[in-house]
């Protein structure tokens, strides 16, 4: 009499994932493995199912009968921003003047973006007028998800116009009685604009 013994097939080890794809490329899913008995996932994490945050590639080792496989999967998103590739500004033109401006550059992989300064209030424009002196931080973030991929950029500065300076002031007697007597000021950083000068 004779036997065939047969070794114990190899298992087939599959991973799903409760949302695929992420609607942020921040956001959280659970994985859940499956075809063996036991499973150790590439963070050293044991188990059927681990949750993972971001986008990426996961892969878990599953055994059934002392034979091993390994299962992988890719998270991906729908929506990210990938970054925010430029920032440019105007100063105000006056002192104490709010017409200073920032544009904000952002690309982004899918879906609208919102614009912001300081966690001020969101907006679809990327430009933003009528800003007075002072420190802005930009983000970004993608409008069709709450707080979906926020990009927050450098610092920018806005300042105001150096303040007009007498450099001179030349005075010309009056060449009779009377008040026909002069005086001749000459400033510099004087910006483009309508001055009053005030005088005693």
Known sequence: MSFNLYDPS??????TSTVEPLTCSAGTTTLTATGATSYVWSNGATGTSRVVSGTGAYAVTGTKNNCSAVGNFSVTATQNVTSISNVSSTDPTTCGGSNGTITVTASAGNGTLQYRLNSGTRQSSNVFTGLSAGSYT???????????DLVTGNPVTLVNPPTPTIVSATPTNPG?????????????????GTYTINYS
Do not use: M, W
Not at 10 to 15: D, K, L, N, R
Not at 138 to 148: S, W
Not at 178 to 190: P, Q, R, W
């Open 176 to 192: 009779t009685c009377g008040a026909n007597g002069s005086l001749a000021l000459t400033f510099s950083n004087v910006p483009n």
């Open 138 to 148: 930009p983000q970004v973030r993608n409008g069709t998800a709450t707080y979906c």
């Open 10 to 15: 190899t298992p087939v080890v599959s991973i």
